[in-house]
């Protein structure tokens, strides 16, 4: 994209912007799968787990999980960028935000599936605009390419025991699980893949 950074410290004011709606965009959208209430995305499920044994709203919890996992980059020799720190605070700011201000929805299925489709479609986009600024990963992709290269194991293989890892200790904190957390597993690739195609179009189209 014309506005990809040539570096993780690459700011300029208009990739910045990109960056703080596409993060903005992917929170909400967390959000609003969180308050469909059939279900979590993965770390969604870790957060909301971790919240109901602590004093810490799901927001918080979601901030507090993304710098633990920054953390665990430090052995690993991972360099966080911008786009990294920016992850971990406006993402858990959005997905607060959306839990705020979006009702729970009960017993309304339909309702509730269209809540979960369009957090999908909204996590698809927002990742799609803080991926291609070229900033950084996020804590949790950064920790998936690192283990990625210090254990030759596939990307793949890696970001699934991760998911699966967060997915079960959050289950078993009292997280959501249901139809939501396994409609996002199975769609949100395609989700970033259409987006993808389509911001290429349009970036492409206005040069």
Not at 13 to 38: C, E, K, M, P, Y
Not at 151 to 169: F, N, Q, S, W
Not at 173 to 187: D, E, M, P, R, W
Request: charged share 10%; net charge positive.
């Amino acid at each position: 994209m014309r506005w990809t950074a040539n570096g993780r410290w690459d700011l300029s004011f208009s990739r910045v912007a990109i960056l703080t709606i596409g993060l903005a965009i992917f929170g909400f959208g967390d959000g609003l799968i969180i308050q469909s209430h059939i279900g979590n995305a993965p770390w969604s499920v870790l957060a909301q787990g971790l919240s109901l044994h602590t004093p810490f709203s799901i927001g918080e919890c979601t901030f507090i999980i993304g710098f633990a996992v920054l953390l665990l980059w430090w052995p690993l020799r991972e360099r966080p960028g911008f786009g990294t720190l920016a992850n971990i605070c406006i993402i858990s700011l959005f997905i607060q935000v959306a839990v705020d201000i979006c009702p729970v929805i009960h017993n309304n299925f339909a309702l509730s599936l269209l809540m979960v489709m369009g957090g999908i479609a909204m996590v698809g986009l927002g990742s799609t605009l803080y991926i291609t600024t070229g900033l950084g990963p996020g804590p949790r992709d950064g920790l998936m390419t690192a283990l990625h290269h210090r254990t030759g194991v596939r990307v793949a293989r890696v970001r699934l025991g991760i998911e699966i890892c967060a997915l079960i200790i959050g289950a078993l904190l009292g997280g959501t699980l249901g139809i939501g957390t396994a409609l996002f597993a199975f769609l949100i690739g395609n989700s970033v893949a259409i987006w993808l195609g389509i911001i290429g179009h349009l970036a492409g189209s206005n040069r």
